[in-house]
Structures are given as structure tokens and as C-alpha cells.
């Protein structure tokens, strides 16, 4: 099944210390996006590429970084985890601006 | 600026009732709406998407209305089931060029179907 995969599902990383969440698609979607959620609230986009062009949110912090080296794979870095990016974060797909679909989400923990 | 709004924050309701879920958007110049569903810790799972220029979309025992005039999209859930327990959240996106694939989410309503 076409699908949007997200790896790892658990990730638990030291303060300060990088880390790299990844996703991959099967959808050949041309748009792919990276969205924070925290505990009981609405997901928050970070950025999203359309093709390799890079869309970066106003509020988005400096310490998140993304690459797409291909249509099917997307990468969120994190610099310099704080405690406060402790959340779940989510990769999701589009062709153009139609229906979005989303992976499982990757559980940041950082301690 | 875009703003969503799910009213209520949480439902509980027994099996097999009917129920329906609101959702409110302050701009109506959207694309379209989508409504999710999260399971606890899980990612989103795409119910219905109904377009700027459709009234409403069913799939199963759901069915989402849109009246984007007035802001507002309804879901309906019938012969609700334990198993549909999850947070509902609906999404807009504009219909503003550049910004065209930003999603604008709700907070969610948590619903309970008790046994």
C-alpha cells in the first residue's frame, strides 16, 4: 500500500545533542511537510518543500533544519534539542494542494 | 489570520448514538477541509475532504457538511461505536496563492463511545 513512513517511531536523544527524524513516501507526492505537536494541542507546521523549494514558517526556530535529497524522502534535523521540543513530530504528503496524509509520528524525548 | 475553532472539546457518549461534531474557521476564503482522526500517540488518519465548491462528502457511517459561507463544517457519526473513540480535528486550507498548502488545524474534540 502507498503510505507515508516515518522512522524511528520512538526517539529519545540528550540535550543538546542532534538528532534526525526521517520520513519516506510511496506516494510520489510533490509536497511533503514537517508538523510539531505537543500533548493536547493542534499540529504545528515547520516547514514544507514543494519539489526541492523549501517553505520555512515564520516561527519556526532556527534549531530545526530539513532536507529532501529526493521526491520520496524528507529529514527533519533538530541542532540543539531543548526540553521544550520534546513532542510528537509528524511528516505528511500532498500532490499539489489536495488531501494531506500523515505518517505514525515520531515521539521526540529528550532528556 | 486563520482561526479554527472545535466546539466541544470532549464528547462522551454511549454505543450506538448519533453524533455530531462542530467546527468553525474566522476566514472563508478556503480550498478545502479535511477532517482527521488521532488515535492516542498515533499519527492522523484522513476521513473527508470536501472541496471550497462541495456542500458535503460521506464515506461509511460518516458524513461532513461544509457551509463555507457561514464558516462552518459539521461531522456526522452514526451508530457510533467504541472503536470510533479518538480526537476528531478538522483543517482548513486557503485559497491564497503561495500560501495555498498551509493547513490550519483545530484543537480537536476527544470523543468516548462507552459500551
Known amino acids: 500500500d502507498a503510505m507515508v513512513i516515518q522512522n524511528p517511531r520512538y526517539q529519545v536523544t540528550q540535550f543538546g545533542k542532534p538528532v534526525t527524524l526521517s520520513c519516506s513516501q510511496t506516494?510520489?507526492?510533490?509536497?511533503m511537510y514537517w508538523y510539531q505537536q505537543k500533548s493536547s494541542q493542534a499540529p504545528k507546521l515547520l516547514f514544507h518543500y514543494y519539489d526541492k523549494d523549501f517553505n520555512n514558517e515564520a516561527d519556526t526556530p532556527d534549531n530545526f533544519q530539513s532536507r529532501r535529497p529526493n521526491t520520496s524522502f524528507c529529514f527533519l534535523d533538530i541542532r540543539s534539542p531543548g526540553l521544550g521540543d520534546a513532542a510528537m513530530y509528524l511528516c505528511?504528503?500532498?500532490?499539489?494542494?489536495?488531501?494531506?496524509?500523515f505518517g505514525p509520528g515520531t515521539r521526540l524525548t529528550v532528556t | 489570520k486563520q482561526e479554527v475553532t472545535q466546539i466541544p472539546a470532549a464528547l462522551s457518549v454511549p454505543e450506538g448514538e448519533n453524533l455530531v461534531l462542530n467546527c468553525s474557521f474566522t476566514?472563508?476564503?478556503?480550498?478545502?477541509l479535511q477532517w482527521f482522526r488521532q488515535d492516542p500517540g498515533k499519527g492522523l488518519t484522513s476521513l473527508l475532504l470536501?472541496?471550497?465548491?462541495?456542500r458535503e462528502q460521506t464515506s461509511g457511517r460518516l458524513n461532513a457538511s461544509l457551509d463555507k459561507s457561514s464558516g462552518r463544517s459539521t461531522l456526522y457519526i452514526a451508530a457510533s461505536q467504541p472503536g470510533d473513540s479518538a480526537t476528531y480535528l478538522c483543517a482548513v486550507r486557503p485559497n491564497s496563492g503561495g500560501s495555498n498548502y498551509k493547513l490550519t488545524f483545530g484543537k480537536g474534540t476527544l470523543l468516548t463511545v462507552n459500551p
Open positions: 476566514d472563508s476564503a478556503i480550498y478545502n
Open positions: 505528511a504528503t500532498s500532490r499539489l494542494a489536495h488531501e494531506q496524509y
Open positions: 470536501i472541496q471550497s465548491s462541495q
Open positions: 506516494l510520489n507526492h510533490n509536497v
